[in-house]
Every structure is written in C-alpha cells, then in structure tokens.
C-alpha cells in the first residue's frame, strides 16, 4: 500500500480492509514522498499500521502495489493498482508545462502526465467510479483503456448506506430537534471555500444568530492541514470555534457529518459533490471555472445550485436554499458519481484478487457501517485552549 497523503490514505483504506484478515496475504505499508504528505505517519500510526521507509520499499520485490497517487509509483519493482481518491475526476491539469501544442487539458487520473512515465503507461490497473470517465479516457490516454476498470465509489456507497441512520448521526452529534445543521465544505487551493474564507467568516461569525437554531461544522481538505500546519489552521479558525463552529480535523470520518446536514454549503471539491446523494440542501461558494472539468459532478452542480452572496445575510440565503430545495434536485449529479452504486467492494476485491492470481473468499466483502460521529463540541474549543482537536 503506497500512501502519498492523508486523503489517499482514506480512500486506500477501502481496499486495503477487504484484504487483511485473508492468511495468504501480507500487507506493507509504505510513505511515498509527497508535497502535502505531513500527517501521514499519524495517521497510519492510528490505525495500528507500520511502515517501511519508502527506500527500502523501492528496493523489494511485490506482488502488486495499490497507489491513489502517481509520484514515483512508476519506481516501484512490483505491478502497480491506480485507484480514484475523489468524486469523479474534478480537478483539471494545473500543470500544464508538459502539453503539447494542442493538447487538451484532462483530470489527473485522466491524463498522459499522471499515467504515463517516458511513454510507457505505469498502472497495470486502474480503476474508475464511472463509465464516463472510460469514455474521457479513450481521448486523453487511450493506452490506458485495456488496463481500465469501472468499479464505483465506496464513499457513494457508504453514504447511501447510511442515509436511513441520519437521525442516529444527529443525536451522535447532538444536534437538538429544531436545530440545523449547516455543513460548510472546503476543498484546497486559492478557489477553494478556505482560499476565501476572509469574505466568508464575517458571515458565519456575525450573521448567524445563536436563536436561528444553526448549529454549523466546517470539513476543510486535509491538504490544507498538511501545507499549513494543523497549528496554522486552528489559530486562523480559533475565531470560528470560540463562537462555536466546529472544526472538524482532517483524519475523522467525515461521511457521517454530510448525511445528518440539512444544508451544505460548499465549493467544487469532493464533499460537496458527495452531498448531493444525502437529501441537503446546497448553496455553493463562487469557484474557480477554469479549475473543474466540464464533465464532471461538480460542474453538473454548479450549473443548478445557488450561490452564496456576500452582500446577503447569511441566515436569510440559507433559508431560502432550505425552501428551494425538493427532494431530487439534484439526482442526476448523483447518479454521475457512481456507475455501479453498492458495488464498490466486491468488484475492487475482485480486481486485486484477479491481479494477484488468487481466488476470492467464498464469502461477500465485510463491509462496517460508519462509525457514530463524536459530538460536535469535541471541536469547538479554541486552539490555544490545549484541547486535542
């Protein structure tokens, strides 16, 4: 398992949990070198998993190795597993140095650049959420087409898993009946709901009053955390939890805050496009359009849902997000995050298996419902207050 980040890290753990209680397999655990890699050990180190330094991991011999990101994977003396970190493919190229003349900017997990090394494709598999994404494919990188798979989303899986639990989440977080909660959703870079979070906190700070019943938490990418330093993060966000916003850190598990919101206000990353499968309503924040990829969830959603003004009061453009919501809004950007809802687990085991040369347990894949969510004062206290966040 070849972790660059804490946000690889999270999708990997999908996979790597359908493996480790089968006797025939032994896992390792390896840091790759990664600009936004800080946490990383941290986290591993939560989850009871060693590690062995990415040197001496270059050096053996694998079976197969399971990556959600490309640097240096291409090094690595095993066959190598390209799996999607995020819903759908968003983000495009920002990089676009090596382009030729011509030449079409695509998504990450899309591109020549992420997927090729000196003309030869790395990935002996990769796997994707949606067909379309196949057909994106064939244009930016059709040497890759023959070694794609179209798996689904194990984040849309668990979400609509637990949708029926919503009320359970909300007590876990001790949301009271009449209280709203409002998640506030933020993806990393300059367009990013946290790159513009000065036009932003006065709303939040000041013109949400206590007696409107909002109870609000704020899911920042964990990239932000690991190119700022948690200690930055907190102190620029002590405002925001001495008046009781939560800040949510970026190891916990995230999904269960996104089924018990009410409204999701959110920019063009992941999360807000994953809060289209919970019943939210959405009011986004202005993003970059030059950033996002037309075929995807998050341009499907920005083309329907309302923006958030600075020039309004926070409270009344909640409400009337609340009131233009209906149930459905917003199914057909849903339906694009996954072409194979619930099946995420069974057909990733089945990839790894087949790329192993192992036959599958004769039982379906364990898969654990999500964890409850602590209550949200866990992450309200300030940040020179000594509280572990």
């Not at 993806?187 to 979070?197: D, K």
């Not at 993060?233 to 949510?248: E, F, K, N, P, T």
């Not at 341009?299 to 020039?311: G, I, R």
Request: charged letters at 20%; hydrophobic letters at 45%.
């Amino acid at each position: 398992m070849v972790v660059h980040t804490v946000t690889f890290a999270q999708r990997l753990r999908e996979v790597f949990e359908l493996l480790e209680t089968d006797l025939r397999i032994q896992l390792v655990f390896t840091i790759a070198p990664h600009a936004f890699g800080n946490g990383v050990t941290e986290f591993l180190r939560s989850l009871g998993i060693a590690t062995v330094p990415w040197e001496e991991a270059l050096r053996a011999e694998f079976d197969l190795a399971v990556a959600a990101g490309s640097r240096g994977v291409h090094e690595l003396r095993a066959p190598v597993l390209r799996i999607s970190h995020g819903a759908g493919q968003i983000k495009l190229l920002t990089d676009v140095t090596a382009l030729a003349p011509g030449e079409r900017r695509s998504p990450g997990m899309l591109s020549r650049q992420h997927l090729l090394h000196e003309g030869r494709l790395v990935p002996s598999a990769i796997v994707y959420a949606h067909d379309r994404e196949l057909e994106e494919l064939a244009l930016s990188c059709p040497e890759a087409l023959p070694v794609a798979h179209v798996v689904g989303d194990p984040c849309v899986d668990r979400i609509m898993a637990d949708r029926p639990r919503r009320d359970t989440h909300r007590r876990a977080l001790g949301i009271e009946d009449g209280q709203r909660l409002v998640v506030v959703t933020s993806t990393w870079g300059p367009a990013s709901t946290f790159g513009r979070l000065d036009s932003l906190l006065p709303q939040l700070l000041s013109r949400l009053p206590d007696d409107d019943g909002y109870r609000v938490a704020m899911l920042v990418h964990p990239n932000v955390f690991a190119g700022h330093g948690t200690r930055q993060v907190h102190g620029w966000l002590s405002c925001c939890q001495d008046r009781g916003i939560a800040v949510v850190p970026p190891e916990a598990d995230w999904q269960a805050l996104l089924v018990a919101a009410d409204v999701i206000v959110g920019d063009h990353g992941s999360l807000t496009a994953y809060g289209t499968l919970t019943g939210a309503a959405m009011l986004l924040t202005a993003g970059a359009r030059r950033e996002v990829s037309a075929c995807s969830p998050a341009a499907l959603l920005s083309a329907v849902a309302p923006v958030l003004s600075p020039a309004y009061p926070l409270a009344e453009q909640l409400e009337y997000a609340a009131q233009l919501f209906r149930p459905g809004q917003y199914d057909h950007v849903a339906s694009s995050l996954s072409s194979a809802p619930g099946q995420f687990h069974r057909r990733m085991r089945s990839v790894v298996y087949r790329m192993l040369g192992l036959g599958e347990p004769a039982r379906p894949p364990y898969v654990a419902p999500l964890p409850l969510p602590p209550s949200l004062t866990r992450w309200q206290f300030s940040a020179g207050s000594g509280a572990a966040l």
